[in-house]
């Protein structure tokens, strides 16, 4: 897939972002009008666990997931790839 057909993908995702799916795995985007947002664990998963599901997740071209890195504030980002090394998917 080039890259411009998987933002495409990403940004279908972006607008139709199913919360449920997330919760499913064990996770979900916490949104805070001062902070942004953020991924945290749910389900007995910790934000850790969250954060290196959805970055594996979207290194490997997972469309969803990389979605979910396209919703989280610019900080939140950052510590994510800090922590489970860089996802090779630009923010949106």
Not at 21 to 35: L, M, P, Q
């Amino acid at each position: 897939m080039i890259f411009s057909e998987k933002a495409q993908s990403v940004e279908w995702y972006v607008r139709n972002f199913d919360m449920a799916r997330a919760v499913s795995e064990g996770w979900f985007i916490e949104y805070d009008c001062g902070t942004g947002a953020r991924l945290r664990g749910c389900g007995g998963k910790s934000d850790l666990d969250a954060w290196w599901h959805v970055a594996q997740a979207a290194a490997r071209g997972s469309a969803y997931h990389c979605a979910a890195l396209a919703e989280l504030a610019p900080d939140e980002r950052l510590a994510l790839e800090v922590y489970c090394g860089p996802t090779g998917t630009p923010p949106l």
